[in-house]
T-cell receptor, first 113, second 114 residues
Framework: DSGVTQTPKHLITATGQRVTLRCSPRSGDLSVYWYQQSLDQGLQFLIQ???????AKGNILERFSAQQFPDLHSELNLSSLELGDSALYFCASSPRDLSYEQYFGPGTRLTVT | AQSVTQLDSHVSVSEGTPVLLRCNYSSSYSPSLFWYVQHPNKGLQLLLK??????LVKGINGFEAEFKKSETSFHLTKPSAHMSDAAEYFCVVRIETSYDKVIFGPGTSLSVIP
């Protein structure tokens, strides 16, 4: 158990809908990272927040957005969902900014029908 | 352009025999390199990391990796495979320039035959 929690574990929704994925980092960790893992794209880094501020951005679509709240939990918002957005979404946390070590949550499996 | 190549999409070994999972990277900058393991229906777990200190890095569960700059490689090894090692392994490059970038390799699936 990494100490990172993600909810929900599974999410099934229809195309065009909007969903919110939630992540609680390990106690004391200030950085949160979001990743998308799909069969065709592999594992891709989406975005990182450190202490409430966006720090790094990867291959995140404009339909996706994220934020980190004062209590350090983070939410990833996915809108106008398409079939291709079906994937496993991981959150990771680390103690510092741009940290070399990240601790991953169990993931949220999103299925878009 | 930066990239990560894992030369084998699938590796199969017998229990008790050595494991070699290959990773090559391409980067104009000095990277940090990581290996992560993902067991079925689980999140990723950090196995080991290289961050410009010792080139031979020891990780958890008996794994180690050696950074070879001349070969731009960071291969993962283990002397003796265990059934519990069956999983997906990802080589990861982190490049810190003016904008941090993390690149995951495509993964290598390791099967361990009893």
């Amino acid at each position: 158990d990494s100490g990172v929690t993600q909810t929900p574990k599974h999410l099934i929704t229809a195309t065009g809908q909007r969903v919110t994925l939630r992540c609680s980092p390990r106690s004391g960790d200030l950085s949160v990272y979001w990743y998308q893992q799909s069969l065709d794209q592999g594992l891709q880094f989406l975005i990182q927040y450190y202490n409430g501020e966006e720090r790094a951005k990867g291959n995140i679509l404009e339909r996706f957005s994220a934020q980190q709240f004062p209590d350090l939990h983070s939410e990833l918002n996915l809108s106008s969902l398409e079939l291709g957005d079906s994937a496993l979404y991981f959150c990771a946390s680390s103690p510092r900014d741009l940290s070399y070590e990240q601790y991953f949550g169990p993931g949220t499996r999103l299925t878009v029908t | 352009a930066q990239s990560v190549t894992q030369l084998d999409s699938h590796v199969s070994v017998s229990e008790g025999t050595p494991v070699l999972l290959r990773c090559n990277y391409s980067s104009s900058y000095s990277p940090s390199l990581f290996w992560y393991v993902q067991h079925p229906n689980k999140g990723l777990q950090l196995l080991l990391k290289y961050t410009s200190a010792a080139t031979l890095v020891k990780g958890i569960n008996g794994f180690e990796a050696e950074f070879k700059k001349s070969e731009t490689s960071f291969h993962l090894t283990k002397p003796s495979a265990h059934m519990s090692d069956a999983a997906e392994y990802f080589c990861v490059v982190r490049i810190e320039t003016s904008y941090d970038k993390v690149i995951f390799g495509p993964g290598t699936s390791l099967s361990v035959i009893p």
